[in-house]
Every structure is written in structure tokens, then in C-alpha cells.
């Protein structure tokens, strides 16, 4: 089994992300109470316990090398990273993928993203995607980074395809839905940036950051 990806902090001018902890779990319920109306297509915990839950849940997949999971907190009052931080949702890399024997996974996928209402819109989203996306072809030393959602969810696709990723198609009955009430499994579009891709999306980004 391969171990767990080492926890680490990354940080930018606008957000910083952190490993996430049960710590979090009272400024994530803040963030998220704030105005639910945009999480139709994303699994955000309403209430301490079910945030706890949440929490605790991504921490276990943590262990079993399944995700690294961060706390997003937006950053005020310093163009290097040292403001004032307030935690304002959550984002991972999941589903590591290795197709020989190394230390770190050739593919990765970003996903599990949410913002509260307040820093949705805002260059947090646009710098953390940043952030993430150099630390998986930068450090982890990744040949692909996948991004999917909901075929639905065009807000979510209009949003990746921003970043420049590239629609490689719909998986079929991929994963189930978070809109629990349905039981039918969810049918995801499937973008990707490759080591190729990359440079060309690192200078859209920061160009986007100004």
C-alpha cells in the first residue's frame, strides 16, 4: 500500500492552504452557514457534527493514502502570506494513481472544493487552484492532474475550463450524487492538465492574478 502524501502548507498572497485539522471544524461551519443556495452540486456539511463528520472522514481517507485535505483560508493585509487568515472552506488532492513504484503517484486529481458565500468569486478560488496545481507538478512531480464534476454543473465546468484544462468526455455512473435524495449515481465531465499543459496554465493563472 503506498504510504499517505506528506501534509504541507501552501501559501500565496490570497490564500493559504493548510492541512486540515478537527481545529478547522468551527470556523468551516461558520463559513458554510453563511449562504448554502450555491451547494447543490457539493457535499458541505450544515452544523457541527455533520462537519466534524466531514472532517473526520477526510482525515481516515487521509490516512489510507486516499487524499490530502486542506483548510482554505483567504489571507488580508499582507502581499506575502503573513496577514490575517480567515478559514473559508475546504479543497483536496484525491484519488492518487501510480503506475510504477516510486514515492509519489504519477496522477492526481483535484477535487472536493468549496468556498463559503463570501469568498466565492474572489481570487482565492483562482490562487489556490494555483497553488495546488504547482505543488502537484512541482513537488509531487505528477505526469497529469485530473478535475471533474458534476455534467450538470455548468457554473463548476465553465469554471474549470478557465483554468485551461482540457474536456476529455462524461464518465458514466461515475460517483454517486451529492444531492442525496436522488439515488441515481452522478455522471461526471472529465478535464485534465498534463506536465505538458502545465506551463502554458501556470502563466494563464497568474496572468488572471495580475
Not at 500500500?1 to 502548507?9: E, F, Q, R
Not at 469568498?119 to 497553488?131: F, G, P, Y
Not at 476529455?168 to 435524495?181: A, C, K, S, V
Amino acid at each position: 500500500m503506498p504510504a499517505p502524501l506528506t501534509p504541507v502548507t501552501l501559501v500565496g498572497r490570497h490564500v493559504r492552504l493548510e492541512p486540515l485539522s478537527l481545529d478547522h471544524v468551527p470556523d468551516l461551519v461558520a463559513a458554510a452557514s453563511l449562504d448554502r443556495s450555491t451547494y447543490d452540486w457539493t457535499n458541505v456539511p450544515d452544523g457541527t457534527d455533520a462537519m466534524r463528520h466531514y472532517v473526520e472522514g477526510l482525515l481516515a481517507d487521509q490516512a489510507a493514502a486516499e487524499v490530502l485535505p486542506f483548510a482554505q483560508c483567504r489571507i488580508a493585509g499582507s502581499d506575502d502570506g503573513g496577514g490575517d487568515v480567515e478559514v473559508v472552506g475546504c479543497t483536496r488532492l484525491m484519488e492518487p494513481r501510480w503506475w510504477s513504484d516510486r514515492a509519489t503517484p504519477h496522477e492526481i486529481e483535484i477535487g472536493g472544493t468549496w468556498l463559503g458565500a463570501a469568498a466565492q468569486r474572489t481570487a482565492v478560488n483562482t490562487e489556490a487552484k494555483l497553488l495546488l496545481l504547482g505543488y502537484a507538478f512541482g513537488e509531487l512531480d505528477v505526469w497529469r492532474v485530473a478535475i471533474c464534476t458534476d455534467d450538470r454543473n455548468e457554473q463548476s465546468r465553465r469554471a474549470i475550463e478557465r483554468l485551461g484544462a482540457t474536456f476529455e468526455g462524461i464518465l458514466r455512473n461515475h460517483r454517486p450524487r451529492y444531492d442525496t435524495t436522488s439515488p441515481m449515481p452522478r455522471q461526471s465531465a472529465m478535464y485534465s492538465i498534463t506536465v505538458d499543459d502545465w506551463p502554458d496554465v501556470e502563466r494563464r493563472l497568474r496572468d488572471r492574478l495580475g
